[in-house]
């Protein structure tokens, strides 16, 4: 049933979906020619693994660094993602120059996400996916100008694999830097070690303190052997000067050396001098005696030379060269002995230093070795890094630069169109059901059943134009109109066959329901049955009853007769169908309320109900006025119009449960201005009228069938879908 009511509500909306799809047909179309065309190119990338690099790095060496290149994680979804993150967009929009209509370069999030304008413009646009079982990446981008298009998807892979390189260096280039830094430093700290022993040094005045030492202990041994050998020279020229002395002591002047004679020219010459004397006397002797003055002469010269050579031989051996030199010697050696003792001691008291200095020495030379034993290890990791950094390569090559689209993209028509019959589809049924669900008025019998279960005296289908007051009079007598009303008619009789009403009182819920053409058709339709009727119009606010017919009038009616303005015979109308009268409302009173109520409506109606077999008696609506529920209390049978899609369910059950409450209980429902189109009911009143279709006319007589025309068909669908106004 569910199922059947939704078809129902599709058929009875149908022009709803058909107007939703026309409209997005037509905006399909629409941004199909109105639109800038969207161009796409594709630029091809392929995923490589690192092995080769990490092969490379182990033949050198380097199976640590190799370790540390390999990538955690080769998940295709964290590359499709790095390919759009915002550094890689930026270097394409600044290589590119992609501005906005402003002048602005464009946001790097304007590339991927575009605004609901931006994408309908063909602003650029990038995009990337994966070929489906490979790893292949696909850098898309759209734009309104072909090479654009492909400019944007050769720059973007071409920035995102110099940015995936630059990443996977971004590792070994922080340790290098790192390294680098610690070169710095360990460099400073190396060269103030090697300066602390350059001071060291220079404070203790060493050079090389080893071969100092070995300097020091040799300068010892020689000043050692120095002093031997100057003790030797010390001895030996004291004994050349006892020597000297010696032979000293022995000249005299019967023996005068050769070298003080050669050194000293006084002995020389007193030494010829005195020999020449003793030849002189020789001489003498021989001719003279000892005794002789000449002789004694002789030997007194003699004695004065001799005396005067032992005088300067005295005077030679004291200031003797040979002696002097030979002293002077001995002094000097003497001298020079002392100063080997002293620089021996000195040496000695320098010598017992040296093991502090070595010990102070060695310390600054230990540190200053660790110092460059990790500066030399420091220099090989940064070499190792260096060639580290130089062979790592991105893991991503280009395979296949785009090529610029001859073809627009977008916008597809076939696509657009066939999208916009969807979305039309979609969003008319969408409609429908929105409409139906929040639509609470009742549009079928069994949807009024389930508000108020009594029973249904008939469905009156819709015919005539709204505004329009269409009787059955106009009507074939055979029209499915007017055999509704024979329904209804017959309908009251079977459920008054024990007792059948004189009076009948016609109400709806609210206005403009047609209770007053239900009313002035049945009274019709049961005239034409041979009843005599009365229709009173006891709308006393809004009467329309002598409005249907164009000789009847408002001027006297109820309202007169009630004031004594009237007599009742004289209030009658006579209709065009014989045996029905109306009695019209009559001037509209100043307080219709009170005259419902008197008790002269009450006699009113019982003198009407004299002269004929029905009256029927047209009301207010009931949620109006207390009208309908005074007069339905002096009346036989109350019948409750109810109009098809515009009664809702809320007013229907105030209705109820007024009429319940005054004690009242309608002697059944006419279902008014039903559309015949989408209800079951409707379907037995095609059928009715397809099996009436011109066999026979108004008058009985045969005619000659003929094949409708569009037209006719038309304004017989017109005279089916028209309703009581």
Excluded at 130 to 159: F, K, P, Y
Excluded at 309 to 321: G, M, T
Aim: charged fraction near 25%; include cysteine; proline fraction near 4%.
């Amino acid at each position: 049933m569910e199922i059947l009511h939704l078809y129902s509500a599709l058929l009875r909306r149908k022009w709803l979906i058909i107007e939703a799809v026309a409209f997005f047909l037509a905006a399909a179309v629409a941004i199909t020619l109105l639109l800038p065309k969207q161009y796409q190119a594709t630029a091809k990338l392929i995923v490589e693994s690192s092995d080769t690099t990490n092969s490379i790095l182990s033949e050198l060496g380097l199976e640590e660094v190799a370790m540390s290149l390999t990538s955690g994680s080769d998940d295709m979804m964290n590359k499709i993602a790095l390919a759009t993150v915002r550094p890689v967009l930026e270097e394409v929009i600044w290589k590119l120059q992609l501005r906005d209509d402003n002048g602005r370069l464009l946001v790097a999030d304007k590339l991927i996400v575009a605004g609901a304008l931006d994408e309908l413009m063909g602003a650029p646009q990038v995009k990337v996916t994966q070929a489906q079982g490979t790893d292949i990446l696909m850098v898309m981008a759209s734009s309104n100008d072909a090479e654009q298009s492909r400019l944007i998807a050769d720059t973007l892979a071409q920035a995102y694999i110099s940015q995936t390189q630059e990443r996977a260096r971004s590792d070994v280039r922080e340790a290098r830097n790192f390294v680098t830094d610690q070169l710095v430093l360990v460099e400073s700290e190396l060269d103030a070690a090697l300066g602390s022993i350059a001071d060291a040094q220079q404070a203790e005045q060493i050079i090389d303190l080893e071969s100092e030492v070995k300097a020091a202990v040799a300068r010892i041994s020689d000043m050692m052997m120095a002093i031997e050998q100057s003790g030797a020279q010390i001895m030996g020229l004291r004994a050349q000067i006892s020597e000297e002395r010696r032979n000293q002591a022995l000249e005299g002047t019967d023996l005068v050396s050769p070298a003080s004679i050669s050194s000293n020219s006084q002995v020389r010459s007193l030494r010829d001098g005195l020999a020449e004397l003793r030849r002189h006397r020789e001489a003498e002797l021989l001719e003279k005696t000892d005794k002789h003055p000449d002789v004694l002469l002789i030997d007194r010269q003699i004695e004065s030379t001799t005396t005067e050579l032992e005088l300067a031989l005295r005077e030679q051996h004291e200031l003797s060269p040979a002696v002097a030199q030979l002293r002077g010697q001995l002094v000097s050696e003497q001298e020079r002995a002392l100063e080997l003792k002293a620089g021996i001691e000195r040496a000695t008291t320098e010598f017992g230093h040296y093991p502090d200095k070595m010990r102070r020495l060695a310390q600054l030379e230990l540190a200053a070795a660790a110092t460059e034993k990790l500066y030399t290890e420091l220099q090989m990791q940064e070499f190792e890094i260096a060639i580290a950094e130089a062979l790592t390569m991105s893991d991503l090559q280009f395979v296949e630069p785009a090529v610029q689209p001859e073809r627009p993209a977008k916008p597809r028509l076939v696509v657009n169109v066939a999208a916009g019959l969807m979305l039309g589809l979609m969003f008319g049924i969408a409609l429908v059901f929105g409409f139906e669900y929040l639509d609470d008025s009742i549009k079928t019998p069994d949807e009024l059943r389930e508000v108020w279960d009594i029973q249904q005296l008939g469905a009156i289908p819709h015919y005539g134009k709204k505004g329009t007051k269409r009787l059955i009079t106009d009507l074939p007598a055979h029209a499915p109109v007017a055999e509704a009303f024979r329904t209804v008619r017959n309908s009251i009789a079977y459920a008054t066959l024990d007792k059948p009403p004189r009076y009948i009182a016609v109400s709806s819920g609210v206005p403009e329901e047609g209770k007053s053409t239900v009313s002035m058709n049945l009274a019709i339709s049961m005239a034409r049955d041979g009843k005599r009727v009365v229709l009173v119009d006891c709308d006393l606010r809004r009467p329309t009853q002598h409005r249907f017919f164009p000789h009847t009038a408002n001027r006297v009616g109820v309202t007169n007769v009630l004031l004594g303005e009237a007599k009742l015979e004289d209030a009658y109308q006579e209709m065009p169908v014989p045996g029905f009268r109306l009695l019209a409302a009559g001037t509209l009173p100043r307080d219709p309320g009170s005259l419902v109520e008197s008790l002269k409506m009450r006699q009113l109606l019982m003198d009407v109900a004299r002269t004929c077999d029905i009256v029927i008696v047209d009301t207010p609506p009931v949620m109006v006025v207390n009208d309908a529920v005074v007069l339905g209390r002096q009346v036989d049978e109350f019948v409750l119009v109810v109009e098809a899609g515009r009664a809702s369910r809320k007013v229907l059950r105030d209705v109820r449960n007024r009429m319940e409450g005054a004690g009242l209980l309608p002697v059944g429902l006419v279902f008014n201005k039903l559309d015949t189109s989408d209800s079951a009911l409707g379907g037995y009143y095609r059928y009715y009228r397809s099996y009436y279709i011109a066999d026979k006319d108004a008058d009985g007589k045969p005619i000659k069938k003929r094949r409708r025309s569009k037209s006719s068909a038309s304004s017989d669908q017109a005279g089916e879908g028209g309703g009581a106004a």
